[in-house]
């Protein structure tokens, strides 16, 4: 399939990559001209404008992807291919939108017959190589015309056991990807999964401080112990019921830098944390350990623990965020990595 690819950067690039690896065919453009040559050199049509998107996609119906930062940059160039398209025409967001904004945009493009897509993607800098987890919002039609597109970001099934009593269910979701609803569904599945992903993120940052403390000189001589954090990262891996990719990016974090002290422990949040705990108090829902793990990094902006910085660290893991490159961050940028723009 055709497809034009909006933002380029540590997601968006690697998510062209991977489908031309596929051997769909991609339009690339984002505002960097380095990101659209480095593109080019690997394959995709890299053109200068949004309306050269437009005009370079030929397959009809038309189809863009969308993987710009939430807000007004995504709003601004929705609103751009919803002048440009035309009926039956898709746009598809796969950043990390609010879901109730999805379903004005759904709402707005109806009358032009565009169809628009939210597709929550989870997968961060590794998903060329591993490929992305996705959940899907929208129109069955232009979900299912876009099925080879998905197939070929998701993982597929890999070497993952089938789950029991799944025999006869949408074998999607086994390989790694989910029509989840109307408009706004995708974008509201994926806004949960983040805000797990907080409470999961902070239950191995604070028992690894724990761990960490346990030589504290507050404590009696007899009940000090100087535990080695870096093995027992790599122990739980091996069989433990609390494996994870997680606390693989935990191991790998600390046998790289066993104190982490490349990290400062200062902690964003990504919005989705907060939209989720909005969600629970709109449905009455009790989510003690989402909105505990949510708060526990506003404090981080504050003063900082070691289990802040196995946080940065797993941030980085997974999704390449440097400490302090988030809009409204007000502390200077301390720890820098490899570049996965």
Request: net charge negative; aromatic share 8%.
């Amino acid at each position: 399939m055709q497809i034009g690819i909006i933002g380029l950067g540590r997601m968006g690039g690697n998510i062209a990559r991977r489908l031309m690896k596929a051997g769909h065919s991609v339009i690339a453009f984002d505002v960097d001209g380095t990101a659209r040559d480095a593109l080019a050199k690997d394959g995709a049509k890299a053109v200068a404008s949004l309306e050269d998107v437009a005009t370079a996609l030929t397959d009809k119906p038309r189809a863009v992807w969308i993987m710009l930062p939430a807000g007004k940059i995504t709003q601004d160039t929705v609103d751009k291919f919803g002048e440009l398209f035309g009926k039956d025409d898709i746009i598809i967001d796969g950043g990390n939108s609010f879901y109730k904004d999805d379903i004005k945009r759904a709402q707005a493009l109806a009358p032009k017959g565009i169809r628009y897509v939210d597709c929550g993607t989870s997968g961060g800098v590794w998903g060329l190589e591993r490929g992305y987890c996705m959940m899907i919002g929208g129109p069955k039609d232009a979900v299912d015309h876009l099925d080879p597109i998905f197939a070929a970001m998701a993982p597929g099934m890999g070497d993952i056991p089938r789950t029991p009593g799944r025999d006869n269910t949408d074998s999607r979701a086994e390989r790694g990807y989910i029509h989840a609803g109307p408009s706004g569904a995708g974008h509201f599945v994926k806004m949960v999964h983040n805000g797990i992903e907080y409470g999961l993120m902070q239950a191995y940052a604070e028992g690894f401080d724990i761990l960490r403390n346990k030589n504290s000189q507050q404590l009696k001589e007899d009940e000090r112990f100087d535990l080695n954090i870096t093995d027992i990262a790599e122990v739980w891996r091996r069989g433990s019921v609390i494996s994870s990719w997680l606390l693989d990016l935990c191991a790998m974090a600390l046998a790289k830098d066993p104190p982490l002290e490349k990290y400062s422990g200062y902690v964003e949040d990504s919005g989705e944390g907060r939209w989720t705990i909005d969600a629970a108090i709109e449905e009455a829902v009790p989510a003690e350990v989402l909105s505990s793990a949510l708060f526990a990094r506003f404090r981080s902006r504050q003063e900082h623990t070691f289990g802040e910085k196995m946080l940065s660290a797993m941030r980085f893991g997974f999704g390449g965020h440097i400490e302090g490159d988030e809009v409204g961050t007000k502390e200077p940028t301390k720890a820098k990595g490899p570049d996965h723009e």
